[in-house]
């Protein structure tokens, strides 16, 4: 059982990390997306993606730990973490306890700082797109011919781009 619960102790510290990890990236994000610094966001959406994939790896591995603890003790293996615990040595308690405590508070954070880039990421595609229409409203923004007529249906066949240039 000692190997068992060092596995599953390790296993919840490496979870631990890797939310810190994930939280880090969600504020670099979101320092970025208030400096408006477009490159930067999407290379941290692509490390967003990367460190959830490792998220739920860790995740896997501490189920499979606290799975096969939960055996060893003569538990159902559905046995979750409030009903391990009294199970548990009483001198590993409170770290078991500890850890599984930081883990679903930094999931707390990680959540909402996800939700507070999502917002801001929304609203700047929001903004972008007031701008876009802005100036691709035909009846907003009239084109003249080399005339100095204002064009009329006849444009219909040219990009944008070469009829206002």
Same mark, same amino acid.
């Given at each position: 059982m000692i190997e068992s619960l060092q596995k599953l102790i390790d296993a919840l510290r490496d979870e631990l990390q890797q939310y810190g990890e994930l939280l880090a990236l969600?504020?670099?994000? *979101?320092?970025l997306v208030v400096s408006r610094a477009a490159d930067g966001v999407l290379h941290t959406v &692509? &490390?967003? =993606? $990367? *460190? =959830?994939?490792i998220i *739920? @790896? @860790?995740? *896997? $591995?501490? $189920?499979?730990? %606290?799975?096969a603890l939960a055996q060893e003790l003569g538990l159902d293996?559905?046995?979750?973490? @409030?009903?391990? &615990?009294? #199970?548990?040595?009483?001198? +590993?308690?409170?770290? +078991? /306890?500890a850890l599984v405590d930081e883990n679903n508070q930094l999931l707390r954070r990680v959540q909402q700082r996800a939700k507070q880039n999502?917002?801001?990421? %929304?609203? /700047?595609v929001q903004l972008m797109q007031n701008f876009l229409n802005a100036f691709t409203s &035909? #009846?907003?923004?009239?084109?003249y011919t080399e005339s100095g007529m204002i064009a009329g249906s006849g444009l219909a066949g040219y990009s944008r781009y070469n009829a206002v240039g």
């Open positions: 969600l504020d670099q994000q *979101q320092d &692509a &490390a967003i =993606n $990367e *460190q =959830n994939t *739920q @790896a @860790a995740r *896997q $591995e501490r $189920e499979r730990h %606290r799975r293996e559905d046995t979750d973490f @409030a009903h391990l &615990a009294p #199970s548990l040595p009483p001198d +590993v308690r409170p770290l +078991v /306890s999502h917002l801001l990421l %929304r609203h /700047s &035909a #009846s907003q923004v009239p084109v």
